[in-house]
């Protein structure tokens, strides 16, 4: 595939790039290494291939939600430095 220096100029852009000359042709030939790499797997044979999303066989290790009873208030508040019994006190935060 060519890529113009126009060509790479429009991406650089897309990407709010700012390149100089020498970096447009560097950028350019690194593109087209992309392209060709590609290119090339555009090429493998994949008949039969199931289409994946990862490969690696992933399961969530998080558990579903699950209704539970909280925390009994005496219970939370016992371990509290500051409590007026019915609400943690901490020290204003604002101000």
Known sequence: MQLSRDDVRK???L???????SQLDDVA????NVLRLVDQLSQ???TGVEEMAH???VHSVTRGDQIQA???REA??????????????VPPVLG
């Open 11 to 13: 991406v650089a852009a």
């Open 15 to 21: 990407a709010k790039l700012e390149l100089s000359d």
């Open 29 to 32: 030939e690194k593109l087209r």
């Open 44 to 46: 493998v044979d994949t």
């Open 55 to 57: 490969p690696v066989d």
């Open 70 to 72: 909280g925390l009994p």
């Open 76 to 89: 939370a508040l016992r371990n509290a430095p500051q409590t007026d019994g019915e609400f943690f006190l």
